[in-house]
C-alpha cells in the first residue's frame, strides 16, 4: 500500500512475455542504481518498468511526446496505479485553445494572470472540491492525455495544469514530458514542493539523452530580432537595448554556412549586465501590455514577447556547457543562432539527483558505451542477449550492398546515380508494401531522388512534412510506395504504418549510407569537450558510429513491430562491414551483395518464403 492505493501484484496479460519476468526482478533488484534497460519494441518495456517499481513511492516517467504518454495511461491504470501526468502547461491553458503562444511568453503571462486573480479557470481551483471528480476522470476508459484534458476543463471548469500538478504532489506515478525531466525551471513550474531526489525516474527512448542538443536547445533568428527591436521601441526606448539587439542582428546577416558554425560567445552575451538590462526591460513591456489590455484575459494569455525569447536564449548562452552557432537554413529561408549543450552534464546531472534510474531503449548503444555517458558503472540488461530473440530472426533478412557508399569523398553524381537506381530496382523487386529509405541528410536525399525516374509512387519528407501527409500518400497508392526520410528526422523516430490487422505496411527498409552526424563545428566542439574526460577513442566512437547506429536502429524499428511483422533491410553502404559499425549494431548479416540483381533475387525470394 504506497500512497493510499494498493498495487497490483499480479501481471495483467495472461502469461509473460520472454524475459518480461526476469526483467522485472532484475530491475527490482538493482532499485536505486543506474540501470538500462535495452528491449525491442513490442516487448512490453512499459508494464516491466511500472510492475519493477512496484515498492517505490514516488515514480516520475518521462517520455519524449505527449502521444507516447497514452501506453503508459492505459499500463498505469491496468495495474490499477494512482497516476496522473502533466505536459505542456501551454497545451493545456483552456484559454489558449486553438492558438499558439511560445512557452516563454506563455508563463510570464500566465504568471502577471494568476497574480492579478484575472483567471477564472485558476480561481476556481480553490472555490471548490475537485480532487474526487478528477481522480474519476483520471481513470476512465480514456487514454488520450489531451482527451483527458478535455474533460477535466469542460467539466470542472478548473485549470488543469495546475490541478494535476496539484494531484502530482499524491500520487504514486506521474508521466511526464522530457523538459519536465530534464529542464530544472519547468519542474519547478509543477513540482513546487516536491525534488528529483524524492522520485524514481523512467526515461523512456533513452537513446535520445545521447544527442542532449536534441533535449535541450535555444534558437534566434532575424525575425524575432526585428521583432524584439520593434516591440523595445514601441514600450520603453531603451538606447542600450536597441543598440545590443542592432549588433546581434548585424552578426546573424553575416551567417552563411548551412552547417552549424561557432560563433564568439562573448560576443552575444557581454555580461549578466545585459541580463539584467533586458529583464527590466520585459517587465516594463508586460506591465504596458496589461495596462493597455481592456479586452479579456484570453487575449493577454497569447500576448508574445520577443524579447522574452532573446532573454530564454541568453540564459543558455550563459552557461559554460553551452556554445552559440551560426546557420543559413536554406529550406526555412531563415538565418539563426542556435545554443547548444556541448557535454551531457546538462542531462547526467539532472539524473543524477533522482533516486534511482532506469533508461529504456531498443536502441542503446553497448554497456561500455553507456557507463562513459553515464559516468557510472551501470546495471545493464540487454533484453534479447540475455533471454533469446523476442521477435522470431527469421522474419527479418539483412543484405548489405557493397558497391555504394555515402562516404563524404565519394558522394559525386555518379554515386547518387547508383542509389537512385538501387532504389527503383529494389522497388520492382517488392510486390506490395512500403519502403522506407533513409538518407543521412537532407542535401544527400534531394541528390539521389532527384534523379529517380522510374518509380511512379513515392514521397519525400520535407521538414514540415507530418505522419498523416505520409499515411494519406500510403492510403492513396498502388498498393507499393517508397517513403524517403532522413535519419533523426521525426519519420523515421516515430512512423508507424499499420494495416488493420495491426501489421507493420513497411515491408523493406534501406539505409541509403551511413547516417553519421554531419561534420560541423558542433560536432566538433562536442567531441573536444567529451574526450577532455573519455579519451579521444570514445569521444569520436560517441560522435560518429554510436548515433549512426542508433539512427540505424531506430529505421529497422520502423518495420518490425510485432511478431508477425517480416521485413528485408537493406543496409546500402560498403563500411557497414566494418567491424565498429557490425560491433555496435549487434546484428548477424544474412548477405552480402555486389549486385542490384541479387539483391532483386533475395527480395523476391524473402517474401516468397523460400529464405
Ligand atoms: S488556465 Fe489560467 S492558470 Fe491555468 S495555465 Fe491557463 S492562464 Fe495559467
Known amino acids: 500500500m504506497r500512497n493510499g492505493v494498493e498495487v497490483m501484484e499480479n501481471f495483467p496479460y495472461e502469461e509473460y512475455r520472454k524475459g518480461q519476468r526476469e526483467s522485472i526482478a532484475l530491475i527490482s533488484k538493482f532499485l536505486g542504481r543506474f540501470i538500462v534497460l535495452k528491449a525491442p519494441t513490442g516487448f512490453g518495456k512499459t508494464v ?156 523512456d527512448e533513452a537513446h535520445t539523452i545521447l544527442n542532449p542538443q536534441s533535449i535541450i536547445e535555444g534558437e534566434l533568428d532575424e525575425v524575432t530580432l526585428d521583432s524584439a527591436i520593434r516591440e523595445v521601441k514601441q514600450y520603453c526606448p531603451s538606447e542600450e537595448v536597441i543598440k545590443y539587439l542592432t549588433s546581434i542582428k548585424e552578426l546573424l546577416k553575416s551567417v552563411k554556412s548551412r552547417l552549424l558554425r561557432r560563433v564568439e560567445k562573448a560576443f552575444i552575451f557581454p555580461g549578466e549586465g545585459i541580463l539584467q538590462l533586458l529583464e527590466d526591460s520585459l517587465i516594463e513591456i508586460k506591465l504596458k501590455q496589461l495596462r493597455e489590455l481592456t479586452v479579456r484575459p484570453a487575449d493577454f494569455v497569447r500576448l508574445g514577447s520577443s524579447l522574452n525569447r532573446v532573454l530564454k536564449f541568453l540564459t543558455y548562452v550563459k552557461r559554460d556547457e553551452f556554445q552559440v552557432y551560426g546557420i543559413a537554413d536554406i529550406t ?41 555517458v553515464c559516468g557510472q558503472e551501470t546495471v545493464y540488461v540487454d533484453v534479447e542477449e540475455e533471454f533469446g530473440n523476442i521477435f522470431p530472426r527469421e522474419n527479418t533478412f539483412y543484405a548489405v550492398v557493397t558497391y555504394v557508399s555515402s562516404s563524404y569523398k565519394l558522394r559525386v553524381k555518379e554515386m547518387f546515380l547508383k542509389y537512385a537506381d538501387l532504389l527503383t530496382s529494389i522497388y520492382h523487386a517488392l510486390d506490395k508494401g512500403v519502403i522506407l529509405a533513409v538518407y543521412p541528410s537532407y542535401p544527400f536525399m534531394d541528390e539521389v531522388t532527384v534523379n529517380i525516374i522510374d518509380i511512379p509512387d ?154
Not at 525 to 537: H, T, Y
Not at 545 to 572: K, M
Request: some cysteine; aromatic content about 8%.
Open 48 to 203: 516491466v518498468a511500472l510492475l519493477a517499481h512496484k515498492d517505490a513511492d514516488r515514480v516520475l516517467y518521462a517520455v519524449r511526446t505527449r502521444n507516447e504518454m497514452v501506453p503508459v495511461i492505459r499500463e498505469a491504470k491496468k495495474l490499477n496505479i494512482n497516476y496522473c501526468f502533466i505536459f505542456s502547461g501551454r497545451r493545456m491553458c483552456p484559454l489558449l485553445r486553438g492558438s499558439d503562444v511560445r512557452p516563454e511568453d506563455f508563463w510570464v503571462n500566465c504568471r502577471i494572470l494568476r497574480f492579478k486573480g484575472l483567471c477564472d479557470f485558476y480561481a476556481n481551483l480553490d472555490r471548490k472540491p475537485y480532487q474526487d471528480k478528477l481522480g474519476d476522470i483520471l481513470h476512465r476508459r480514456e487514454n488520450d492525455p489531451r482527451q483527458i484534458v478535455l474533460s477535466i476543463i469542460n467539466e470542472l471548469k478548473i485549470c488543469p495544469f495546475f490541478a494535476l500538478a496539484d494531484r502530482a504532489h499524491h500520487s504514486k506515478l506521474v508521466i511526464v514530458t522530457y523538459p519536465y525531466l530534464f529542464q530544472e525551471e519547468i519542474f519547478r513550474t509543477a513540482f513546487t514542493d516536491l525534488s528529483l531526489s524524492d522520485y524514481y525516474v523512467v526515461v
Open 332 to 372: 526555412e529561408g531563415v538565418k539563426k543562432l542556435k545554443v547548444m549543450p556541448i557535454n551531457y552534464d546538462v542531462i547526467t546531472e539532472r539524473l543524477s539527483e533522482a533516486k534511482g534510474i532506469l533508461l529504456m531503449s531498443g536502441t542503446l548503444p553497448p554497456k561500455e558505451v553507456m557507463d562513459s
Open 458 to 611: 513515392h514521397i519525400i519528407e520535407g521538414r514540415g512534412t507530418t505522419y498523416a501527409d505520409i499515411a494519406s500518400s500510403v492510403l492513396n497508392s498502388s498498393g507499393k510506395v517508397v517513403v524517403h526520410a532522413v535519419a533523426s528526422g521525426k519519420l523515421t523516430e516515430g512512423i508507424e504504418l499499420l494495416d488493420e490487422a495491426g501489421r507493420s505496411l513497411i515491408k523493406v527498409v534501406v539505409l541509403m549510407g551511413i547516417p553519421y552526424p554531419q561534420p560541423d563545428d558542433y560536432l566538433i566542439d562536442l567531441r573536444r569537450s567529451l574526450s577532455e574526460r573519455l579519451g579521444n577513442k570514445v569521444a569520436t566512437d560517441l560522435t560518429t558510429s554510436v548515433p549512426a547506429a542508433i539512427r540505424v536502429l531506430q529505421a529497422v524499428g520502423r518495420a518490425i513491430r510485432s511478431e508477425r511483422d517480416r521485413a528485408f533491410i537493406v543496409l546500402a553502404d560498403r563500411r557497414f562491414l566494418s567491424l565498429k559499425l557490425r560491433t555496435l549494431l549487434g546484428i548477424h548479416y544474412d548477405a552480402v551483395v555486389n549486385s542490384k540483381n541479387r539483391l532483386s533475387e533475395l527480395i523476391i525470394k524473402f517474401f516468397r518464403g523460400y529464405l
